[in-house]
């Protein structure tokens, strides 16, 4: 544990990252978590399906989707940046001959640091991790970049043979969903629409694919809400 009055200078690089095994456990937690979430919105779906028209229709049922959402988005962010993929990507950074230390790279292990001290005092936001994500430049592979990445609804779901692909990371989206998540935790709102939580389950599988891709490249794991492709 953090000691309260610790500063981000006083944090060395090699405490901040999570334990293997920890790391392994909460992604195996996360996703199962978020299978039971899928599980429990396909569900509603039986109930108000799919379709264009129903989008937009607010329900508190759907509100209860966001509270459950919301936590583990924290926690996978916490897993993204302090767990072995951005402990791999950085370390391939300083050691690699044609990127290493410089200005951006100094930059960004102090926005590591911060961050850490922040999620060991209990003071973090899910918009520092964002913000942090969108801007990485530990990025390898185009894939990785969140706010390019795009999954569409499986045509079981949608019925719509060529459904439109979300791309949830989008500064707008995020931001929009931010406020919505505001709302219903600080503002007594107490509904949310279908759109509201496509976009809050496509935010985590997002997640997963990213913190699986580096704990087994070869994991596959079936979404019947997404085409995970």
Same mark, same amino acid.
């Given at each position: 544990?953090?000691?309260?009055?610790?500063?981000?200078?006083?944090?060395?690089?090699?405490?901040?990252?999570?334990?293997?095994?920890?790391?392994?456990?909460?992604?195996?937690?996360?996703?199962?978590?978020?299978?039971?979430?899928?599980?429990?919105?396909?569900?509603? +779906?039986?109930?108000?399906?799919?379709?264009?028209?129903?989008?937009?229709?607010?329900?508190?049922?759907?509100?209860?989707?966001?509270?459950?959402?919301?936590?583990?988005?924290?926690?996978?962010?916490?897993?993204?940046?302090?767990?072995?993929?951005?402990? #791999?990507?950085?370390?391939?950074?300083?050691?690699?001959? !044609?990127? #290493?230390?410089?200005?951006?790279?100094?930059?960004?292990?102090?926005?590591?640091?911060?961050?850490?001290?922040?999620?060991?005092?209990?003071?973090? !936001?899910?918009?520092?991790?964002?913000?942090?994500?969108? !801007?990485?430049?530990?990025?390898?592979?185009?894939?990785?970049?969140?706010?390019?990445?795009?999954?569409?609804?499986?045509?079981?779901?949608?019925?719509?043979?060529?459904?439109?692909?979300?791309?949830?990371?989008?500064?707008?989206?995020?931001?929009?969903?931010?406020? +919505?998540?505001?709302?219903?935790?600080?503002? #007594?709102?107490?509904?949310?629409?279908?759109?509201?939580?496509?976009?809050? +389950?496509?935010?985590?599988?997002?997640?997963?694919?990213?913190?699986?891709?580096?704990?087994?490249?070869?994991?596959?794991?079936? !979404?019947? +809400?997404?085409?995970?492709?």
């Amino acid at each position: 544990m953090l000691k309260k009055n610790r500063l981000a200078e006083d944090v060395t690089i090699e405490e901040i990252w999570i334990e293997p095994a920890d790391f392994d456990r909460q992604c195996e937690y996360l996703l199962g978590a978020y299978l039971r979430l899928e599980d429990d919105f396909l569900e509603y +779906l039986e109930y108000a399906p799919y379709r264009e028209e129903h989008l937009h229709v607010s329900s508190s049922r759907l509100a209860d989707f966001i509270l459950r959402i919301t936590p583990l988005l924290s926690i996978s962010f916490r897993a993204l940046t302090f767990g072995g993929k951005m402990k #791999g990507a950085y370390e391939y950074w300083l050691h690699d001959p !044609s990127h #290493g230390r410089g200005e951006v790279f100094d930059k960004y292990t102090k926005e590591l640091k911060q961050l850490y001290v922040k999620k060991e005092k209990h003071i973090d !936001s899910l918009n520092e991790y964002y913000e942090l994500h969108v !801007s990485n430049v530990f990025t390898l592979w185009d894939n990785d970049n969140l706010i390019k990445r795009e999954i569409m609804l499986n045509y079981e779901v949608s019925r719509i043979e060529f459904s439109k692909a979300l791309c949830p990371f989008q500064k707008e989206k995020w931001f929009s969903w931010k406020d +919505l998540r505001n709302e219903i935790e600080h503002r #007594g709102r107490t509904e949310a629409t279908l759109e509201d939580v496509l976009y809050g +389950l496509a935010f985590l599988i997002i997640l997963l694919e990213q913190l699986y891709s580096w704990k087994d490249a070869f994991f596959e794991y079936s !979404s019947n +809400l997404f085409q995970m492709d």
